[in-house]
């Protein structure tokens, strides 16, 4: 097993990163509900806030263990810290 779980990395990294990493995952989740908002031909201004705050929950909540993975080690690598990813 040369790669550790993302909790087992989030237990090492700094809290400045572990910060980081929740950002970048929300806005991941941004991305992807003003992507699906697009798609649906809805105006995004028509969207109240929060009806917006739940879909970028259930967004956060769906991100799967691969996809934080690969964002929380490219934020490593950002970070010099890509050694706490290995086994």
């Not at 090492?12 to 991941?28: N, S």
């Not at 649906?40 to 263990?65: H, P, R, T």
Request: aromatic share 4%; glycine share 6%; proline share 1%.
């Amino acid at each position: 097993r040369d790669m550790k779980t993302l909790d087992e990395i989030l237990d090492k990294v700094p809290k400045a990163v572990k910060d980081k990493f929740l950002i970048k995952k929300r806005e991941r989740a941004i991305e992807i509900v003003k992507e699906k908002i697009a798609k649906s031909g809805k105006d995004i201004k028509d969207i109240d806030d929060d009806e917006m705050e739940g879909f970028i929950a259930d967004e956060e909540q769906n991100l799967k263990g691969d996809q934080l993975k690969a964002i929380l080690v490219s934020l490593l690598a950002i970070e010099g810290l890509s050694y706490l990813a290995g086994s």
